[in-house]
């Protein structure tokens, strides 16, 4: 908690080293051809263009596909999760 209020990304970025290293993931995913492809990374870039436009923060285009990247993923576990209980409580 203490080393999140001094840099508010080190719980994502904490998360993400034990995501990418809980029961070998980020090597798994590798092998098996997980990741954006290059047009989902042609349309993220331009995502990205267009809210760094919108918002002003032409230097923060990077950060930009970054967090619409992560709301994607989020969104994608969310629903995973939702799929997942609803055939449990069958």
Request: aromatic share 6%; proline share 1%; net charge positive.
């Amino acid at each position: 908690m203490a080393q999140s209020l001094r840099d508010p990304s080190t719980a994502l970025t904490n998360y993400e080293d034990f995501k990418c290293s809980h029961r070998e993931t980020e090597r798994q995913c590798r092998n098996h051809g997980g990741g954006w492809g290059k047009v989902a990374k042609g349309i993220w870039c331009e995502l990205a263009k267009t809210s760094a436009l919108a918002t002003g923060e032409l230097e923060s285009e990077r950060s930009c596909a970054t967090m619409h990247q992560q709301r994607l993923a989020m969104t994608l576990h969310r629903e995973n999760a939702r799929a997942c209980l609803k055939r449990f409580a069958r």
